[in-house]
Each structure stands twice: as C-alpha cells, then as structure tokens.
C-alpha cells in the first residue's frame, strides 16, 4: 500500500442511501438532547418572509426537500426567490428488522436537522405577502412541527 492510500473502506459504501451526507471523521452519532431556544438562524437574513419553527423536533432531509418543492411551485409563475436556512447533516441509524440484541449500532438510514424553537426554515423574497403566505403555509403543512409566518418589519418613520 502506497503512502497517503488508506485501507480502511468502511465509511464510503458504493451504494448511496437516499437523503444521507458523505460521512466527514464520523458516520455515526448520539441522539443528543433538543433543549432550548435557536442561538442561531433564527433571524431573517436573506429575504423578506420567512417561516419559523416553535417546537423541537428532527426534520428529515425528505421533509425540508419536500417544503422547497412545493413552495417552489408555488412561486414559480411570481418569479420569487427561496432560501432554505436548514441542513440535515445528522445520521439517523436503524437495526435490521428481526436482528438480536448487541451487535453493536445500524448503519446510517437518513439524516435529520435538528430544528428548535425559533429555527427559521425558509426565506422568501421577491413576491407579494399575499403570495409569500400562501407558499410558505403550504411548505408547513409538510412540517412535523408547528410553525408561523414571519416578516421583516419596515421602519415606523417612512
């Protein structure tokens, strides 16, 4: 084996699963815990309506996929611009049906972002309010979680 080559093939499989990131250093984690608020995305940056979570909960990859689909249909004929503020880079892992215990962990099945309280998913731009809430509804009802419609206020002076 030449310098530099690695033997160690375990982490990259010729089979990609649907939806999960190539594994940096790790390809597997914890479950870890969803306490408190958002400390960060949880303002909006990048355009003028947005869509904010108010619960804890994993949105997988399928999901956050499946909220751009629609609102980018949506928008299509207004001709708006979409961000989306969220990446699931956490691997969710599964045991084999019917397997005993011990055996050691699954393998990585999909991945999952971790969305707290305040965690904007979505921003739009580009489009009228009334266009923005019609989209913006429709990609939360692909949400697990309860969410609301969030808009940049405009300055009380003009």
Avoid: H
Avoid at 37 to 65: D, K, P
Avoid at 107 to 112: M, T
């Amino acid at each position: 084996m030449r310098m530099g080559q690695s033997s160690d093939k375990r982490f990259f499989s010729n089979r990609p699963s649907a939806g999960v990131v190539a594994p940096g250093k790790f390809r597997k984690q914890r479950r870890g815990r969803m306490k408190g608020n958002s400390s960060q995305g949880n303002s909006i940056c990048f355009g003028t309506y947005a869509l904010q979570v108010l619960e804890s909960a994993w949105i997988t990859a399928r999901q956050i996929e499946a909220g751009r689909r629609a609102m980018a249909r949506y928008v299509s004929r207004s001709g708006g611009k979409i961000w989306v503020r969220i990446f699931a880079d956490k691997p969710v892992t599964r045991r084999p049906a019917e397997t005993r215990m011990g055996r050691g962990k699954g393998s990585p099945q999909y991945s999952v972002a971790v969305a707290k309280p305040s965690r904007i998913l979505y921003e739009m731009s580009g489009v009228s309010e009334a266009v923005a809430r019609a989209a913006i509804s429709i990609a939360a009802s692909k949400m697990p979680v309860r969410s609301k419609f969030l808009q940049i206020r405009k300055p009380q002076n003009e």
